[in-house]
């Protein structure tokens, strides 16, 4: 598949090997290893592998390899690899590439499990982080120092859906030599420009919208090749946190309608924006391709659209926004983003709960916020519904 070609295509026919049956769709290789034609090929492939042999699972293997061949094209990154989970991708990516006595600079407004990688494992390892307001470039900047070998954030902050601007924090990361390792789970690997804006090392929870049918856990890695084979096959392999074949092909099934998927959704969230503006029983929604975000400038910049996540403020609080979510009859309540059935999320009680709530008010987790994924289920139904569920709460 030539390089030429343009991102649906690339989707839909990136990365396939068939079989000697030519089958049409992909296969699964479900298989842990490899058979060798003889001792000597066996001894060949364990001292140099080329990139289409294997020889076992955990180190590669020919569907993962179709999955992140075709994520690679999509991301415009020249390698990636595949892992168990979102977090697999995240903690791999981080302890692959720093050591003891190093320093990271890293937003405050993170995913529950991010936070608890860099607050409570790496600084165990002797990893120094220090936490900033990630929307705030003068915080960057006085945080970063000589010494620092990687910056981690979150480009679209999950439940708030804060923006860090990419291309600043590249600026001041690389005039040091560090590292921009970001996790872009809220952008989507659809709207993302990240490689191209500076980002050395992108990483997603494929369990969101590459899947984006609620069915399997996975993430990603992308970067260089250097990078990829360099330091995080080794990491990877020797560390256990490889993705089974049969979740690249769910994954890779997922690619081929994403663009359609996460196209959808986002235009549901942006009518489901413009159908709550100054709604009276709402203290405010927030999604960052309306023009009422106070970054909109930044994110049409940056991302073009806004992603597949909106979030409302109920001015009735907890109460409110129980009643609210009770009401909800197409909307689902679970904690899932990213998937083809619209979910609602309550962060304060469930994604956010263990957070002391001094520090959920300081990053804007009210009790009335509700976080809301789009799916592609008809955008006037969704709209209904939340309108109806509003009137309730
Ligand atoms: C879900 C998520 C993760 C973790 O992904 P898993 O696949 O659940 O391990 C990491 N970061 C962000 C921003 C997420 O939304």
Known sequence: MTDTRNTRTKLVHGGTRRSQ????????????????????????????S????????????????MFEERIAALEGSEDAFATASGMAAVSGALMAMLSAGEHVVAARALFGSC??????????YGVEVTFVDGTDLDQWRSAIRNDTKAVFFETIANPT?????????AG???????????????????????????????VYSATKHIDGQGRALGGVILGT???????????????????????????LK??????????????????????????????????????????????????????TVLSLDLAGGKAAAFRFLNALEIVLISN??????SIATHPATTTHQRLPDDQKSDLGITPGLIRLSAGIEDTDDLVDDVLQALAAA
Do not use: C
């Open 115 to 124: 936070l608890y990688v860099l607050e409570e494992i790496l600084t165990r």
């Open 172 to 202: 001041l990361a690389h005039a040091v030599g560090a590292q921009v390792v970001v996790d872009n789970v809220f952008a989507t690997p659809v709207f993302s420009r990240a490689i191209a804006q500076g980002a050395d090392v992108v």
């Open 21 to 48: 049956y030519n089958e049409v769709s992909e296969a699964i290789f479900l298989t842990q290893g490899f058979v060798y034609d003889s001792a000597e090929a066996a001894e060949a492939r364990f001292l140099e």
């Open 225 to 251: 090749r250097e990078f990829i084979r360099g330091t995080i096959e080794p990491y990877m392999k020797h560390t256990g946190g490889s993705m089974s074949p049969f979740t690249a092909w769910v994954m």
């Open 336 to 341: 899932n983003l990213g998937d083809a059935k």
């Open 254 to 307: 997922g690619l081929e309608t994403i663009d359609l998927r996460v196209r959808a959704q986002a235009a549901s969230a942006l009518a489901l924006t413009d159908a709550l503006q100054g709604h009276a029983k709402l203290k405010r929604v927030i999604y960052p391709g309306h023009s009422s975000h106070a970054q909109h400038e930044l994110v049409a910049r940056q991302m073009g659209k806004g992603g």
């Open 50 to 65: 080329g990139p289409d042999e294997f020889i076992y699972a955990r180190y590669g293997n020919p569907t993962v390899a």
């Open 161 to 169: 859906l804060e923006v860090v601007d990419i291309e600043g924090v």
